[in-house]
């Protein structure tokens, strides 16, 4: 029998290929699922259990979290990235990552085929494909889903035909977990109006007293949380997660264009993601001059867009990595946050390289490291050329 090798999350689309690529195509199933920070050990051990349960031959975990942050949540961080001001690509990001450990697995299986369980309408069919084209050239894709343009509904009455017990309910919604976050799609985001229902968020507000938390980064990463320090940021990221997620925050409904150039909504939550992402941005404000932050919103907007959209393994990715690095020397100190049920704020920060020092002057009020006179020169020569054009072109309808 011919080996392939298939994607699997344990949800709906996944279920549906592994028996469709067994007992219809005749192929040998080996399910790996690509661990991005997003399940617990019992939610691991229910994944195994169905994807032997729909045929799989060989089921592997595959645990990418630690990889996964050092090649992407990183830089998602430096750059505070945010798509559309509104997504931290809680599932985007992981993606490519995934793509890459599943076409090594298949490399490991020596397997003939590769599958997984995109649509024909949405952005990981490209992601998937490309990484899979770069590394694995020579391995054929298998697509089910996306080559019998199947419907949730359709899914779901094939599993029901084939004997499988699942909660079809909860099936409704196709949800992906990381440790940047959780998606969430369901019949209310095909539409342009209606918002999740409370209950199909994963997380449910349990926690209704605010907090204060201080979160300590160290050259941009985050290191540690109140007075305790983690052995490395993805511990940190966890921990955060857990003190963050029973206030329900982070959540919000993303629009935006796919890579396919249709629109498309997505819920998400995400509390640590956005908490450290604010928090981190609020601090570089106090230790970044003006262009650093320019240059890096502009690059950021860039890299954020370009890693959504599957592009991970371009080239000019690590020259903006390099770049975005080198600003965060001296992204140091303490931000003071505060939780509460569905928000949070951040309140402030601590840094030895805080540009906001009183040793030169408090905005709008003492000014002690330049004289009257000197503001008065600058002020005549900054504004000389707009002087000229004015003079010189008789702008009077500004004077009118």
């Known amino acids: 029998m011919k080996k392939v090798v298939l994607a699997f999350s344990g949800g709906l689309d996944t279920s549906y290929c592994a ?17 991005t920070g997003g399940f617990s050990k019992q939610e ?11 045929g799989s031959k060989q089921h592997t975990h595959l645990d990418e979290t630690d990889n996964f942050y050092k090649s992407c949540i990183k830089y998602l961080v430096f750059g505070n990235i945010l798509k559309n001001n509104v997504y931290p690509l809680s599932v985007s990001a992981e993606r490519v990552t995934q793509a890459i450990a599943i076409a090594n697995h298949v490399k490991a299986v020596g397997a003939d085929y590769v599958a997984h369980g995109s649509t024909g309408a949405g952005n990981d069919q490209v992601r998937f494909d490309m990484v ?6 020579n391995v054929e894709i298998i697509t089910p889903i996306r080559d019998k343009r199947l419907s949730r509904e359709e899914e779901i009455t094939y599993l029901k035909d084939h004997g ?13 977990k990381g440790i940047w976050g959780t998606s969430v799609g369901g019949k209310e985001t095909l539409t342009s109006h209606l918002p999740l229902p409370e209950e199909a968020y994963p997380t449910q507000l349990s926690k209704h007293e605010p907090q204060r938390i201080t979160l300590h980064f160290e050259k941009g990463e985050l290191v540690g949380l109140n007075d305790h320090a983690f052995e490395n940021p993805v511990k940190a990221i966890q921990h955060l997660q857990e003190l963050a997620a029973p206030y329900a925050i982070g959540r919000d409904i993303h629009v935006g264009d796919t890579i396919i150039g249709i629109k498309g909504r997505v819920g998400f939550e995400a509390a640590a993601p956005m908490v450290i992402i604010k928090a981190h941005h609020t601090l570089e404000k106090h230790v970044l001059t003006k262009w650093q932050l320019y240059w890096k919103d ?8 370009w890693l959504h959209e599957g592009q991970l393994l371009d080239p000019t990715m690590r020259d ?9 020397q001296n992204v140091t100190g303490k931000v003071f946050v505060v939780l509460a049920p569905y928000r949070f704020q951040v309140e402030g920060i601590e840094s030895a390289h805080d540009l906001m020092s009183d040793k030169f002057g408090s905005y709008g009020e003492m000014n002690r490291a330049w004289t ?10 900054f504004g000389n050329q707009t002087k000229m054009y004015h003079s010189v072109n008789n702008a009077a309808a500004w004077t009118e």
Request: charge should be negative.
């Open 164 to 176: 499988v017990e699942m909660d079809f309910h909860k099936a409704q919604y196709s949800i992906n």
């Open 132 to 137: 899979f084209q770069a590394i694995i050239p």
């Open 298 to 305: 502009q690059l950021s907007a860039w890299y954020g867009n």
């Open 372 to 381: 009257s006179d000197d503001v008065k020169g600058f002020a005549k020569i």
């Open 19 to 35: 028996i469709y690529l067994a007992q219809e195509l005749g192929l040998e199933v080996h399910t790996a699922i690509v661990d």
């Open 44 to 54: 691991l051990q229910e994944i195994e259990l169905r994807a032997y349960a729909m």
């Open 320 to 328: 903006i990595e390099a770049f975005l690095e080198s600003t965060q």
